[in-house]
Structures are given as C-alpha cells and as structure tokens.
C-alpha cells in the first residue's frame, strides 16, 4: 500500500523549506499531498489535504490540528512540525489517538548557538565598540579591553536542545562552562562536561551569560534586576531565546551605569519601539530575530521533516520526538 504524505503549510512556506531535491526525496517516499493555496491555511483545506494520509508535515502558519481536521485522517501516525515550538498545531486530540508528533526544534538550536557563539566571540573581543571607533577614525582606544574566549567562565541558561548545541560548540575552546537548569540531573550536566549550579551562582561567577531558556510562567522576567546586579562588572549577557525572559527595564537600568554589556536577538514585544532605550545604548547591541533558521538556513527544518519521515519509515527513534508530558516544560 503506497504511504500518503500531506504538507499543509501554504505554499509561500513550502518554498521556504523545500528545495527540488528534498521535493524527489518526499516523493521517493510515498504519494505527497501538498497543499497549493495561498494564506493561511483554512479548515476546509486542510480536511481535503489530510484525507486518508498517513502522515502530516506542519511548519509556520498551520493552525491547531483539531478533531474536525483529525476525523478525516483516522489513518494518520504522526505529524512532523517543520519548526520549532508544537505548541500551536497540538491538540489533546493528538495524544488521545496516540499520533506522534516530532519538532525542529534541534535544526532551528544549530542557528541560535551558532549566532549566541559568534556573539559571544564578537563581544569578548569588544568588536562593535572597536568598529565604530574605527569608523570614526579611531584605531586602538578599546583594545585594552579584548578578551579571549580562553580560560574564562561561560554560563548557559536551558540545556535543551539550542543550550546544549552551544556547549558543544565552547568544548572547542578552554573555557569552564556551568549551567543552570532545573531539569538537567547532576549526572547529565557531567556525563555532556559541564558543572551544574543555581541561577544566582551562575551569574555571580559567568564572564559570558548566555539565555537558552523556554519562555514559560517559571521563566518569565527570570533575568531582573536583583539578578543582572550579581553579574561581574563587564560581563556579558547574550539572549538568543525569547525576550520575555529579561526584564528589559530593568536591564536598561543597569546598562545605563555602563557596567555590563548586552546582545539581543529577541525582545519582548518584537520589534522593540523606534523609541526604545536598548536601541540608544552604545554597549547593547541588538538583532533583528536572526538567530534561528534564516533565508537558506530554513531549508535545514526541509531536510529535517524529510529524514524524520525516513526514520518513521524504517522504525528508527524519531529525532525530534516530542511528548505530552513535556508539553510544560518545551519553549
């Protein structure tokens, strides 16, 4: 019996994630059932795309995968979400009809700790402050404060799946890396080469703070201002996560005094006003949501759904498995 793939995701998505040789792969799989209608998907489409399928690709744009879509793939065994978070295409329908679902998460992280390392690297080495110097006719004022990424203190906020690609990344250089997470067990943080400690701790001993957190209740401004004044004097704060984690007024504040230095990919709301503070400081430099699967980039999330479905078929784990239990703890 031939496999029946659907992709739902409109078509300006699909171009996005697929090129012509992942297109040949899907098709080498099985039928695929793609959906050719601009905007946002409607019910109406997705119940005639995901007829009688076996499987479903998801990515940006797709809504939740109610009953009223589900009733018409009683067939269907698992859904592979092109992007990261599940959170908005999962339904408790999905668990209840025991269809798996995997996430990109892990392709997108590639993106976000390289970005937070070549952050890292670029500010340890005062690069934004000395290139503007430069341009305005400087030559060496601020070299006195380079710094190498060589026997200093990296700390890393969430060892999920960006976290832990950024540390694989630092075990190419002599740093001490400590990481606060409240899931990862004493035995894990040692088993991947790095020292477990409390959020307050490893602020107070980090040169390089760096946020892989998930934005959930727990974490929610979890960088304030009783925190940002245990870091050491010209540290560095990277997030590459969500802005909701920093409390951006107060970390205004502490910027202000000229005592800290900050990268941010992401702010809470995105973008920030034309008028926001961050954008006047000159030791806080801000990205534009960068981080993750961008232009050429996206097509890693492409490669992804097709090998997960590889695996599918051939009974191997699934890479981005996620389950319900997770659910409260996943960005």
Known sequence: MTIRIAVLPEPKVQNRLFSDKHWEQLEGLGEVVRNTKNGAPLLETLQEIIEGVDFAVTSWGCPFLTQAILDRAPNLKAVIHAAGTVKGIVTPELWERGIRVSSGNEQLGIGVAETALGMTIASLKNMWRLTQSTREGGWSA?????????????????????????????KNFEVDIVVYDPI??????????VRKAELNRLLAVSDVVSIHAPSIPETYRMINRERLLLMKDDAILINTARGSIVDEADLYEELRKGRLFACLDVTDPEPPSPDHPLRRLPNCIITPHIAGAVNNGVKRLGQYAVEELQRLLQGKPLQGEVRSEQMSVLA
């Open 142 to 170: 601020g070299k006195e404060l380079v710094c190498e990424l060589y026997q200093i203190t990296v700390g890393v906020i969430g060892a999920g799946k960006a976290g832990r690609h950024y540390i694989r990344l630092l």
């Open 184 to 193: 990862l067990s004493a035995e894990e943080a040692s088993s991947i080469g």
